[in-house]
């Protein structure tokens, strides 16, 4: 498959479970986004990687613990969550080509849709 | 600190209407601005951006820097351009933030 793939991409998790979420990215690109959609809420950046660096984490909590092995694959593993957790998670990835040449367009991933009893 | 607003959480418009769907923003520095559309049961992808000033699927956006507003148009509003669509500044920080708005849903009525 081509573009970002994401998987499960629905889950259903108690919130003593530890669960991990995958992205995989097939377009050749440097950086890999998460992102956190929930209702009546704008798109939240979580963590940004860059090179397989993380170069941005904007204040997420620490049950949601991101790793990215290599540039084309991303986790976010998931432990003691809340029910306000519960969201759409999206992976996005983008040609990261330097400070002084802009911004690239990111590249979105389906989502995985997560649901926390 | 950037932001971006969307006041509107859902547009109706007749098929053939005009449609304006707003965005402003708040930040400091020059930013780059784009639009996003996710489309029903589809990922969310990019739709248009500032700088390269082009026109995709017949809409346009106009960086205004005096009014920090980077509005989506399209003279005459087609079915399928029925969707969701968000507004969203990179910039500050780290080239690679990006903030975006709470999305508006266009709906076109036949």
């Known amino acids: 498959e081509t573009g970002v793939t994401q998987t499960p991409r629905h889950l259903v998790m108690g919130m003593t479970n530890k669960k991990s979420l995958k992205c995989e990215q097939h377009?050749?690109?440097?950086?890999m986004y998460w992102y956190k959609q929930s209702a009546k809420k704008p798109l939240e950046l979580m963590f940004v990687y860059s090179l397989e660096e993380r170069v941005e984490n904007n204040s997420v909590p620490s049950r949601f613990s991101p790793e990215c092995p290599n540039s084309s694959h991303l986790f976010l593993h998931l432990h003691t969550l809340q029910p306000e957790d519960s969201a759409l998670y999206l992976c996005?990835?983008?040609?990261?080509?330097?400070?002084?040449?802009?911004?690239?367009?990111?590249?979105f991933g389906p989502g995985t849709r997560l649901l926390v009893l | 600190a950037q932001r971006v607003t969307q006041p509107e959480k859902l547009l109706s418009v007749f098929k053939g209407a005009p449609v304006e769907l707003k965005c402003n923003y708040s930040y400091s520095g020059s930013p780059e601005l784009f639009w996003y559309v996710q489309y029903s049961r589809q990922r969310l992808q990019l739709l248009l951006r500032h700088i390269s000033r082009e026109s995709i699927k017949g809409f346009t956006a106009d960086l205004n820097k005096g009014e920090t507003s980077f509005h989506l148009k399209k003279p005459f509003a087609q079915e399928e351009d029925s969707a969701m669509y968000y507004c969203?500044?990179?910039?500050?920080?780290?080239?690679?933030?990006?903030?975006f708005g709470t999305g508006t849903k266009l709906q076109v009525i036949p």
């Open positions: 996005a990835s983008s040609q990261d080509t330097g400070r002084l040449a802009g911004v690239e367009t990111q590249y």
């Open positions: 969203a500044l990179h910039g500050g920080g780290g080239y690679q933030k990006v903030t």
């Open positions: 377009l050749g690109h440097n950086a």
